[in-house]
Structures are given as structure tokens and as C-alpha cells.
């Protein structure tokens, strides 16, 4: 199994389905997921910045510690995702040092109560909403 962090991630198209992201040429994740012709983008949750760092790093085994299950498709669904996109890859376009690699979606999970990762001037956060915010929650009475 093989993986690696990328925020470059975006949607492309509606009609057809197409997801894309820009792997650097020089890794060799990249070039062992573009071998293998299809994909699983994992939106990892606010609180797996550990899971992120671990598939930054340079380590042979990127699962190692990570819970995870296989889709039908065959395909690793990292546990606690908000998302989770099953891809075949469509076409790569040259991109100077990246590519530009464009994903079909195949197949499509999420847990839309979960917040994303956020990563920004080096460092890692959290989304946080300017819309106003209305808590869920039950009223109740004696009476
Ligand atoms: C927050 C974050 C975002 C990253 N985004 C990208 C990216 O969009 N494209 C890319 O090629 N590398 C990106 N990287 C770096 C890769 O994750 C890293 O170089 C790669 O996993 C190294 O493994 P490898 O050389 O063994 O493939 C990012 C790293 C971090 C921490």
C-alpha cells in the first residue's frame, strides 16, 4: 500500500466526474499510485493531522498505525475521513516539476458532521465558519 499527502487537491468537473491533483515528478509514491492506474483521496478530519504528517513523510510504510478498511473496489478508506473518493486515473498532463493527474470518480463516501484539516502557513488547523452558528440540542420542561 502506498500514499502520500497532497494539498492540491480540487474537483475538476461535474460532467464527467473529475477530481485532480499535482504530484511532484521526484515522488515515488506518485509514481507507484499513477503505476497502479487508480486512487482513493481520503479528506482527512481536523484531528488526523498525525495521519497527514505520516503520509508527508518519507517512511516505506505509510499505513503502518493508520486504521483503515478496503472498499469494494479495492480501494484503502482511511477511518475517520470526512471524505473518501474512489478514482481511476484519467490522464496526466506535464505541469514544469508536477504533474497534473485528473481522477475519474468511481465511487464516493463522507460524514458531512466532520471538519477538514486545514494546513496553512506551515501549520496545521481548523475550519472555522464565519456563517453564523446554531447549536443542535433538545428543550425541554416539568411540567
Ligand atoms: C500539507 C501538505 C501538503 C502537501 N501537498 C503536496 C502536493 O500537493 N503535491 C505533492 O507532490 N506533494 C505534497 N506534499 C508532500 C508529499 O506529501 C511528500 O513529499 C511525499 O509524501 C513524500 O513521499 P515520497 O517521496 O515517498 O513519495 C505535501 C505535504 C504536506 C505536509
Not at 474537483?11 to 492506474?37: C, H, Q, T, Y
Not at 463522507?110 to 481548523?126: A, M, T
Request: proline share 5%; net charge negative; with cysteine.
Amino acid at each position: 500500500m502506498v500514499g502520500m499527502a497532497v494539498s492540491s487537491f480540487t474537483s475538476a468537473s461535474l460532467d464527467p466526474p473529475l477530481v485532480a491533483f499535482f504530484p511532484g515528478k521526484a515522488s515515488s509514491s506518485w509514481a507507484r499510485i499513477r503505476g497502479a492506474g487508480r486512487f482513493c483521496v481520503n479528506i482527512l478530519a481536523a484531528d488526523q493531522e498525525d495521519v497527514c504528517r505520516k503520509f508527508a513523510s518519507h517512511e516505506q510504510d505509510k499505513f503502518g498505525g493508520v486504521d483503515y478498511t478496503m472498499s469494494p473496489l479495492g480501494l484503502p478508506i482511511i477511518e475517520g475521513a470526512i471524505a473518501s473518493i474512489e478514482c481511476e486515473l484519467e490522464n496526466v498532463v506535464d505541469a514544469g516539476d508536477h504533474d497534473l493527474a485528473l481522477g475519474r470518480v468511481m465511487a464516493l463516501t463522507s460524514d458531512g458532521e466532520r471538519h477538514p484539516l486545514v494546513f496553512f502557513k506551515s501549520g496545521y488547523g481548523h475550519f472555522r465558519s464565519n456563517a453564523p452558528t446554531s447549536a443542535a440540542g433538545t428543550v425541554s420542561t416539568r411540567h
